[in-house]
């Protein structure tokens, strides 16, 4: 299982971030995500894998004027 919030998602072999982002279903666009404590950008999104028993914080863009 893969924990994000208060929230699990079951994990497979192969699971990258992007991909979980996509299976959460969220309408939010994220640019960094925290997965086990470490920063990641979405530029490595595609290529960073996603153990099991992960803890995963989504950081949605935010802007303003």
Same mark, same amino acid.
Do not use: A, H, S, W
């Given at each position: 299982m893969v924990q994000i919030g208060d929230k699990q998602l079951p994990w497979k072999p192969g699971l990258t971030v992007d991909k979980l982002i996509k299976e !959460? @279903? @969220?309408p939010y666009r994220y640019?960094?995500? $925290? #997965?086990?404590? $470490? *920063? *990641?950008s =979405?530029?490595? !999104?595609? =290529?960073? #894998?996603?153990? @099991?028993q992960a803890e995963v914080l989504l950081i949605p863009m935010i802007a303003g004027g």
């Open positions: !959460f @279903d @969220d640019v960094v995500v $925290r #997965l086990n404590g $470490r *920063i *990641i =979405e530029p490595q !999104f595609k =290529e960073t #894998l996603v153990p @099991d």
